[in-house]
């Protein structure tokens, strides 16, 4: 059977760097360990690095059962902009143009990664004619994210800019043969906004990734990197975040947290490491902060490395629609590592805290409470315990193969 997965923004198998596999790369590895075609179809730019793979059209063989084909648009350098609309436009408009010209292309099924909404209108179309079943794999809540980023007085105005994408949105989840997404709330979402309540349509697919095992001189070596930024791993305490300098992330909370504990637990530290369009505005934020090391970006095992061995990792996502219903996949890495983590993000995340005892939540008010932060520091048993069940979580309800084991099943049989 040859299976066609279009995803954009993610890390694929031709791009150079320790990228730690998202969606697109781990479904096409096992979908291929099982001996079916992939052919993925995604953007010549690459969004972690704001870089472009080709300049054009180009095909990438890389074996006889993987192949690449990459579309090209403008490119962006900011994650939310005019800039990136009209980069998904004009990919939407070269990708109808390479489904219409490349004739032989008639994959079985699509896998089809949602946003952005222009392209998935233009494969679900040509799925449609051409009878080819298709999951649609939906991982934000475009559009309706984008009347949620603007100031209150704009909203009503920007609804009306945006109609459009609604509409093409609602067609899209209501043509897709079947959808998966990320949880129970997103589902619940979609089900709403295409008032579409079949039930066997759906099915939950949580952003688990394979898990990262390092051998012994892999260990070292990371160590051995982290003492040369004046981090002893072994006997340092910290907090620490590994993402994106994004405006996906609250870093006030960050700061906020930082404050508090610089005065009470001076030794303490807070590790940030990622690249993105804040970082040099989070260099002047926590300038005066002398608790938290900014970083740049870090390999995918000294992350693992740096993880494991944090007393909670940070997760400070902006608390908006999106984000209230979402178990990000920074969330999941903690989890798998037995770290519990710290957010401020109500809805999903606080209602896995609450049954799962598993992190520890804090409401962002001007003067936050740390109370909880304070007993994670001071209670051995506490945060033992929190270990335990942050592990036993990750393992009940992201667990890798189960979840890989799903979609293709769900792909063999719609």
């Known amino acids: 059977m040859h299976i066609c997965i279009f995803q954009t923004g993610e890390p694929l198998h031709i791009d150079k760097g320790d990228y730690r596999p998202m969606r697109c790369i781990q479904l096409a590895d096992k979908l291929i360990d099982k001996k079916f075609k992939v052919t993925i179809i995604s953007s010549s730019f690459f969004h972690q690095r704001k870089t472009h793979r080709s300049k054009g059209f180009k095909k990438i063989s890389?074996?006889?059962?993987?192949?690449?084909?990459?579309?090209?648009?403008?490119?962006y350098k900011k994650h939310v902009g005019i800039a990136r609309l009209l980069d998904h436009l004009l990919l939407a408009l070269n990708l109808h143009i390479f489904l219409n010209n490349e004739k032989s292309f008639n994959p079985d099924r699509i896998f089809l990664g949602f946003p952005p909404i222009l392209t998935s209108f233009v494969i679900l179309r040509w799925a449609r004619k051409n009878k080819i079943p298709l999951i649609l794999d939906v991982k934000d809540k475009w559009p309706e994210i984008f009347i949620d980023a603007c100031p209150l007085f704009a909203r009503s105005i920007a609804r009306i800019i945006f109609k459009p994408y609604f509409k093409?949105?609602?067609?899209?989840?209501?043509?897709a043969d079947k959808i998966t997404s990320i949880s129970s709330?997103?589902?619940?979402?979609?089900?709403?906004?295409s008032s579409d309540f079949d039930s066997k349509k759906y099915f939950i697919?949580?952003?688990?990734?394979?898990?990262?095992?390092?051998?012994?001189?892999?260990?070292?070596e990371s160590i051995e990197f982290w003492k040369k930024q004046n981090i002893s791993i072994k006997y340092d305490k910290y907090f620490c975040f590994v993402g994106t300098y994004s405006r996906s992330f609250n870093f006030d909370f960050i700061l906020k947290i930082a404050i508090k504990l610089k005065y009470k637990y001076p030794k303490f530290k807070i590790i940030l490491c990622g690249s993105g369009d804040q970082y040099e505005s989070l260099c002047i934020k926590f300038r005066k902060i002398s608790n938290v090391k900014i970083m740049g970006e870090i390999n995918k095992k000294d992350a693992k490395v740096l993880i494991c061995n944090s007393t909670a990792t940070l997760a400070p996502y902006i608390n908006n629609l999106n984000f209230r219903d979402h178990i990000p996949n920074k969330i999941i890495e903690s989890l798998e590592n037995g770290i519990p983590f710290i957010t401020s993000i109500d809805g999903t995340l606080k209602r896995m805290i609450e049954s799962k005892n598993n992190g520890i939540f804090i409401k962002d008010n001007k003067d936050i409470n740390i109370t909880e932060i304070e007993k994670l520091i001071n209670d051995e048993e506490y945060y033992k315990k929190l270990k335990i069940n942050a592990l036993n979580s990750f393992k009940e309800l992201f667990d890798f193969d189960k979840t890989y084991g799903n979609i293709i099943d769900n792909l063999t049989t719609i």
């Open 168 to 175: 093409i949105t609602k067609f899209v989840f209501r043509k």
């Open 205 to 220: 697919s949580p952003l688990t990734r394979k898990s990262i095992n390092l051998n012994n001189s892999e260990i070292l």
């Open 62 to 75: 890389i074996d006889k059962y993987l192949s690449i084909f990459l579309i090209p648009s403008f490119g």
């Open 185 to 193: 709330g997103f589902i619940y979402w979609i089900k709403n906004f």
